[in-house]
């Protein structure tokens, strides 16, 4: 049997953090993961190149049950923190896009960066261990994972969320967590495309098509790029409104995000002779245009056609409404929404109220981030917010 400060269990983004932080700090640390190698979320992150963190990260972009909840553990370490592990470590960057950084080489620099840190602090890890058994009595936590048996009085549940399992992702984190009669907010896959069926199903003989929108769904609004495909709706404008969807629930869609009022009306001013189709076909990609303007069933010279008329294409193409019947599920999900909720755990911290001792971190969490980093941001700032109190 051996003895630890704490036992972290995951070795993914949150779990490597809260590892590397806490053992700098002089605690004896050990990490347990079943997969073989650690932070395999992170190696395919970011096509590749991880989306390590976004310079905009601030509570108002992740989803919780408790929106202020992120709050603190993100005042604490924020994107600049992580920028500045970067570069201490040499690794190269770049901003791609509202706020997103990426690696110019490889995710796997990030994992390489983040096992260093470790080594700094003689983190102990056991990989392709299954966890077996999680057991608390007298103050200790005792872990019996694989062949070995580790104990602790501090435990921190780092095992993410069940999305693309094929990666080793499981629900262990809210097993776990009821174990010790913490409330667990359902989760569901979030940031993952959305599937149509019934009317809507016509929209997926567009497949491959993408045009930038702006999508609405549950008081949020994302203006990116929207993508159909053979079974529905993707692309970073879906997945970012998918996380506010909920089943029954319809989308709506700008498809001229950047049209003014009564542009239709105008344009029959101005060239009377064009037809509806001919217009969305300069602002839009032509299968797209084709496929609105039938849908329209607007024919015919804009000369011929009424205001009223053109009022109400105006209208329909700034809210098209599609009712989604679900989703791509956790095989395509990049993150789950919901988790362990964070009414149970202290948000300075991360160790719950009930359990001393015990700690949840990153996306076990219910705290869900937005497309483009944010979710690691979370990773790291819940992972170091812990390892403080370790
Ligand atoms: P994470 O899932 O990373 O780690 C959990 C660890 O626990 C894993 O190593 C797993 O093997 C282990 N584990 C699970 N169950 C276990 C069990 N029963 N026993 C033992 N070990 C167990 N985010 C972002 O900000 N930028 C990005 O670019 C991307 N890109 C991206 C792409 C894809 C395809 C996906 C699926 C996800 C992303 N994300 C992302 C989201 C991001 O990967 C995610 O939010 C973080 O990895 C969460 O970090 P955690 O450490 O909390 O869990």
């Not at 509202?98 to 990030?110: E, V």
């Not at 709506?252 to 064009?274: H, N, V």
């Not at 809210?319 to 019947?325: K, V």
Request: charged share 20%; proline share 4%.
């Amino acid at each position: 049997m051996s003895e630890f400060d704490a036992i972290i269990l995951g070795a993914g983004g949150a779990g490597l953090m809260c590892a590397s932080v806490a053992a700098q700090r002089g605690r004896r640390v050990a990490v347990i993961d079943h997969n073989d190698e650690p932070g395999r979320k992170i190696l395919i992150s970011g096509g590749g190149r991880c989306n390590f963190t976004n310079l905009g990260a601030a509570p108002d972009r992740y989803l919780s049950a408790n929106p202020h909840f992120a709050r603190s553990a993100l005042s604490r370490y924020t994107a600049q923190d992580f920028l500045a592990l970067v570069e201490a470590h040499g690794i190269a960057w770049h901003e791609k896009t509202l706020g997103q950084l990426f690696c110019d080489g490889s995710a796997r620099q990030i994992v390489a960066m983040l096992m260093d840190e470790c080594a700094k602090g003689d983190v102990i890890f056991r990989f392709g261990a299954p966890i077996r058994d999680v057991a608390h009595a007298d103050g200790h936590f005792r872990v019996t994972a694989g062949e070995c048996t580790l104990t602790a009085p501090a435990l921190v549940i780092a095992t993410g969320g069940p999305s693309i399992p094929k990666l080793g992702a499981t629900g262990f984190a809210y097993d776990l967590a009821r174990q010790f009669r913490l409330k667990v907010v359902e989760p569901r896959p979030a940031l993952v495309p959305l599937t149509l069926s019934g009317d809507d199903a016509l929209f997926r003989t567009l497949s491959g098509v993408a045009a930038p929108v702006e999508a609405r769904c549950g008081g949020a609004a994302f203006r990116e790029a929207a993508l159909f495909t053979h079974r529905g709706m993707s692309g970073p404008a879906i997945l970012q409104v998918s996380s506010y969807w909920r089943r029954g629930q319809a989308v709506a869609i700008d498809f001229l995000p950047q049209a003014t009022k009564g542009w239709l009306r105008e344009a029959k001013r101005e060239r009377p002779r064009s037809r509806v189709s001919t217009l969305l076909n300069q602002q839009l990609p032509a299968r797209l245009a084709e496929t609105l303007a039938e849908r329209l069933a607007l024919d015919g010279e804009l000369a011929n056609l009424a205001d009223k008329a053109l009022e109400t294409a105006e209208q329909r193409l700034a809210d098209w409404t599609f009712m989604p019947n679900g989703s791509e599920g956790y095989a395509k999900a990049e993150v789950a929404a919901g988790g362990i909720s964070t009414a149970e755990l202290s948000q300075k911290t991360m160790e719950a109220r009930t359990v001393p001792g015990l700690f949840a971190i990153g996306e076990a969490v219910d705290v869900t981030g937005w497309l483009g980093g944010y979710n690691f941001q979370w990773a790291w700032a819940s992972g170091y917010a812990a390892a403080q109190a370790l």
